[in-house]
């Protein structure tokens, strides 16, 4: 059934119709990965809509959590492409019952470590929006010394595309070794933290989204489902 996508979102309680026209002005809309356009119909069944990267999901859907061990060289992305043919939605079913989920946010193709998948659009995008101060933690490994100045260096806001970030929680765990944890997740924050101290990552792993952490036992490549709970 086909209904105009200023509806869906209302129905979504996303916005009112009128607050729905607006973000579909800004571009902030996208269906099936392409701008909205005002008038827009979609299927509310089939097409995948998101608002600023936020994929909305059906009220009545039964929402579902699972967590992914990435490899690298797999990208944090739901479809494929002759640049990145290896997509983390390969590790899932295809089987039609299974639910369509999404990754909460994104873990870069040479980075490894927990990604979150799920069609809660909500849980999405409080975990995303810098505002709710959900923390990621890192493992980082690089290819020079960790001295104490690097340290204190890495732990300062950084200036990155023009903006400030905010001051990290670093942690050293060997002699190349160290934790980082954020609150906001800026495209390759870390690798650029550690280029700015005069070194290169060698190892860059999630260990942790919110108080959900990733299992010993779960080896790359390797999914399971988790509860709402076990994550905020």
């Known amino acids: 059934m086909e209904i105009r996508l200023n509806k869906f979102l209302a129905q979504q309680n996303y916005a009112s119709r ?33 608002v600023n990267s936020v994929v909305l999901q059906k009220i009545d859907d039964e929402k ?3 967590i992914l061990n990435k490899p690298i060289d797999v990208t944090c992305a739901t479809k494929k492409t002759e640049a990145d043919p290896n997509i983390i939605l390969d590790f899932f079913p295809k089987d039609k019952n299974f639910p369509r989920i999404y990754p909460v946010g994104r873990l870069d193709k040479d980075s490894c470590g927990l990604v979150l998948l799920t069609n809660d659009g909500d849980l999405t995008y409080k975990l995303m929006h810098p505002s709710y101060e959900h923390e990621k933690e890192y493992f980082v490994e690089i290819w020079n010394e ?25 942690e050293k765990t060997g002699m190349y070794t160290f934790t980082i944890i954020l609150k906001e997740g800026k495209n390759r924050q870390i690798r650029r933290m550690v280029r700015s101290i005069g ?20 080896k790359e490549g390797e999914w399971r489902e988790v509860q709402k709970e076990d994550i905020v």
Request: glycine share 8%; net charge positive.
């Open 64 to 66: 579902k959590y699972f």
């Open 18 to 50: 009128r607050g729905a026209d607006k973000l579909i002005e800004q571009g902030a809309v996208t269906v099936n990965g392409k701008i909205a356009i005002m008038g827009q119909k979609i299927d509310e069944k089939n097409d995948i809509v998101e």
């Open 146 to 170: 960790l001295t104490d100045e690097m340290l204190e260096r890495l732990r300062k806001p950084f200036f990155m595309l023009g903006q400030k970030t905010r001051r990290a929680n670093v």
């Open 199 to 218: 070194s290169g990552v060698k190892i860059l792993q999630r260990i942790r989204i919110g108080d959900l952490w990733l299992p010993n036992d779960l």
